[in-house]
């Protein structure tokens, strides 16, 4: 598939706490690295028995046909999403992701209070650090390897606070000091309250891992806030045709 007209999907602003410019904000995601990322996760799904829904591999022409029934997927950004988070270092901080289900936050259109996303997490490949005012999210480990996650309270600053944290893992309350590792191994999953900063990773040596976020409705334009200077939305070096549009990047199906 070939998306005409395809540029570069980014504009979403940086948000979150730190204001602070790095060097991050100016690197860039090549569209082979993207298409790399998701026929490798696509290809992991289905090895682990998790398939998609037909969505998942529409061409251009049947995005533009189905493009009025798909108002929800489009709205509601259903659908894959694949980024770096603006490191311009994927393989150590970056996520593949496929949405499921979603609602609209702020909206009478599309009600659904609830969220889905599956994610292929390489070994070591950490999200940035960050919390959600809004959304409450259940990480589960899938398939795979362990999840590692650290947990932090925040400071009235918004910073990381050294206070301990208290958490639930499959409905099992347990104490962590700020910041200490927590392993989620196949089957287990952990319960992430808003305002908890949180950042996640696949154990090295064990494997990539399938990893399902059961959530609230989730924002990433609005409800995302990180420790650091991140993007949400790769800026996109369009190094090749486009294989797989992107959730955020449906206003390139033009009728
Ligand atoms: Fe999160």
């Not at 770096?84 to 259109?109: P, Q, V």
């Not at 206070?163 to 927590?182: F, H, L, M, P």
């Not at 070096?237 to 009728?255: A, F, G, M, S, T």
Request: hydrophobic letters at 35%.
């Amino acid at each position: 598939m070939e998306l005409e007209g395809a540029r570069s999907a980014c504009s979403a602003p940086i948000d979150g706490p730190t204001q602070a410019l790095s060097v991050w904000y100016t690197r860039v995601m090549r569209r082979s690295e993207i298409d790399t990322a998701i026929n490798r996760a696509s290809r992991y799904f289905s090895d682990t028995y998790f398939f998609l829904p037909p969505f998942a591999y529409w061409t251009m022409p049947q995005w533009k046909k189905n493009r009025e029934l798909a108002d929800e997927i489009i709205k509601v950004k259903l659908g894959w999403d694949a980024t770096d988070f603006g490191s311009g270092d994927f393989k150590n901080m970056g996520r593949t992701m496929f949405t499921l289900r979603n609602g609209l936050a702020r909206s009478n259109e599309y009600t659904k209070p609830y969220s889905q996303k599956v994610m292929y997490i390489m070994e070591g490949q950490r999200s940035p650090i960050h919390y959600h005012k809004n959304k409450m999210e259940d990480i589960v480990n899938h398939f795979g390897g362990n999840i590692i996650i650290k947990l932090w309270q925040k400071t009235p600053a918004n910073k990381l606070s050294q206070s301990k944290v208290t958490y639930s893992i499959d409905g099992i309350r347990n104490i962590t000091k700020a910041g200490e590792q927590i392993m989620l191994q196949p089957g287990q999953s952990i319960c992430v309250i808003p305002g908890t900063y949180h950042q996640f990773w696949a154990e090295i040596g064990y494997g990539p891992v399938v990893s399902i976020e059961i959530s609230s409705v989730n924002d990433d334009l609005t409800d995302n806030f990180w420790l650091e200077n991140t993007q949400r939305f790769s800026t996109i070096e369009e190094d090749k045709p486009c294989r797989h549009l992107l959730c955020n990047e449906y206003e390139l199906i033009v009728p």
